[in-house]
């Protein structure tokens, strides 16, 4: 089945600065890749995803990137401020009745 | 409002009970899931449905059971709760077809003393 590995677990950088999350996955039928925020207290919440047919897609200081040949996604934060400050999960699904399966999370700190 | 809700937000409970943690969804979603979180911590998958009558086991199933009678409503119980499930329960629901985005309900928080 369907493995995604994420990395770093924790990720601290200084307000302003640039952040990136990485996955792999590991069954190259997937097709859809999303990313979820997870505020303390909160449940988590989707805030952009990419398709198979698309390298890469950027919504405001977000973005991610998609390399199908290496089985790797990323994503990018630009800016970073303290309300980024959440746990982020990647994910990897392939539609139909198949389950959507998550990263273990990456924890981002942004320092005031 | 199309939402996902989770029955009750908190509960405490002793050791040897079995409860029922409740989970519907208005928004017609064929695929529903339990998670057990602990704070900012990795989702685990306790169990999946892709839809009416149809359960898959996750990682941490082996506790708990679920139905899926109806497509909106999809309970999780514990036969007899134990101090080491206390934690975050979430549970999630989420639409057939290519690249849908999964609902995630507010939690339980369980406690067993």
């Known amino acids: 089945g369907e493995n995604v590995e994420q990395h770093p677990s924790t990720l601290s950088v200084q307000e302003g600065d640039s952040a990136v999350i990485k996955c792999t996955y590991s069954?190259?039928?997937?097709?859809?890749f999303p990313w979820y925020k997870q505020e303390l207290g909160k449940r988590p919440q989707l805030i952009i995803d990419?398709?198979?047919?698309?390298g890469e897609k950027k919504d405001q200081r977000i973005a991610v990137t998609l390399n199908k040949t290496a089985k790797h996604f990323s994503l990018h934060i630009t800016e970073t401020q303290p309300e980024d400050s959440a746990v982020y999960f990647c994910?990897?699904?392939?539609?139909?009745?198949?389950?959507?399966?998550f990263g273990a999370g990456t924890r981002l700190f942004v320092k005031a | 409002e199309a939402d996902i809700y989770q029955t009750p937000r908190y509960l405490v409970i002793g050791t040897g009970k079995k409860i029922t943690l409740e989970c519907s969804q208005t928004?017609?979603?064929?695929?529903m899931y339990w998670y057990q979180q602990d704070p900012g911590m990795e989702l685990h998958l306790i169990h999946y449905s892709y839809g009416v009558n149809s359960t898959e086991k996750g990682d941490l199933s082996s506790e708990s059971t679920v139905s899926r009678i109806r497509t909106e409503h999809f309970p999780l119980t514990l036969e007899s709760a134990r101090p080491s499930h206390t934690s975050q329960y979430l549970c999630a629901s989420q639409p057939q077809g290519y690249g849908t985005e999964a609902f995630f309900g507010q939690g339980t928080r369980l406690t067993v003393v």
């Open positions: 990419i398709r198979s047919n698309v």
């Open positions: 069954d190259s039928a997937s097709n859809y």
């Open positions: 994910a990897a699904s392939m539609g139909g009745g198949f389950k959507t399966i």
């Open positions: 928004m017609g979603h064929d695929k």
